[in-house]
T-cell receptor
Framework: GDSVTQMEGPVTLSEEACLTI???????????LFWYVQYPGEGLQLLLK?????DKGSNKGFEATYRKETTSFHLEKGSVQVSDSAVYFC????????????????FGQGTILTVHP | KAGVTQTPRYLIKTRGQQVTLSCSPI?????VSWYQQTPGQGLQFLFE???????NKGNFPGRFSGRQFSNSRSEMNVSTLELGDSALYLCASSSFGGVTEAFFGQGTRLTVV
């Protein structure tokens, strides 16, 4: 079945440092890929997405590129801020909706990011 | 437009009781999915409803059930609560429940004592 693997956390950085959170996936065909962010006490917010190979999703300074050859979707940011402290989830949605795929996102285990001033 | 609304935000229940959680999706969205989030298991898919029909179900016992109304609002019910049911329950709304992105509510924090 489909699966998503994220780098082990937690990740602790100083403000303005560079961020990379690794994400690899296992799925058939060309799934859609997402990064969600969860702030303390909140639900998940969609950060960015990519729906086909070589697509680059970007938002709020974060970027991720859909790499079919390495089945990866790593999250990057050039300069993190204290306000970026949150839990980040990589997720995939199957290539074709139907059957056991309807409405189901498969998530990685989440990576806790803490940014210090 | 308004986002996904989940009520209540917090609940405390006793073992053996039952509980009903509510989710109002984004206007125009017909698919509602439910997830359970715990520190140990992460985010696990419960079920998905589309146009009042359950189309998909995760690997949870029959104590977990749901339904969807004609206005796309959804409820999930957990009967005979166990301590292990303590979790954040998240609802996600999407247009068709297929490959499109999902929008999440803030969740209902259920504590079973």
């Amino acid at each position: 079945g489909d699966s998503v693997t994220q780098m082990e956390g937690p990740v602790t950085l100083s403000e303005e440092a560079c961020l990379t959170i690794n994400c690899t996936y296992t799925a058939t065909g060309y799934p859609s890929l997402f990064w969600y962010v969860q702030y303390p006490g909140e639900g998940l917010q969609l950060l960015l997405k990519a729906t086909k190979a070589d697509d680059k999703g970007s938002n709020k300074g974060f970027e991720a590129t859909y790499r079919k050859e390495t089945t990866s979707f790593h999250l990057e940011k050039g300069s993190v801020q204290v306000s970026d402290s949150a839990v980040y989830f990589c997720a995939l949605s199957p290539a074709n909706a139907g059957g056991t795929s309807y409405g189901k996102l498969t998530f990685g285990q989440g990576t806790i990011l803490t940014v210090h001033p | 437009k308004a986002g996904v609304t989940q009520t209540p935000r917090y609940l405390i229940k006793t073992r053996g009781q039952q509980v009903t959680l509510s989710c109002s999706p984004i206007s125009g969205h017909r698919s509602v999915s439910w997830y359970q989030q715990t520190p140990g298991q992460g985010l696990q898919f419960l079920f998905e409803y589309f146009s009042e029909t359950q189309r998909n179900k995760g690997n949870f016992p029959g104590r977990f059930s749901g339904r969807q109304f004609s206005n796309s609002r959804s409820e999930m019910n957990v009967s005979t609560l166990e301590l292990g049911d303590s979790a954040l329950y998240l609802c996600a709304s999407s247009s068709f429940g297929g490959v499109t992105e999902a929008f999440f509510g803030q969740g209902t924090r259920l504590t079973v004592v």
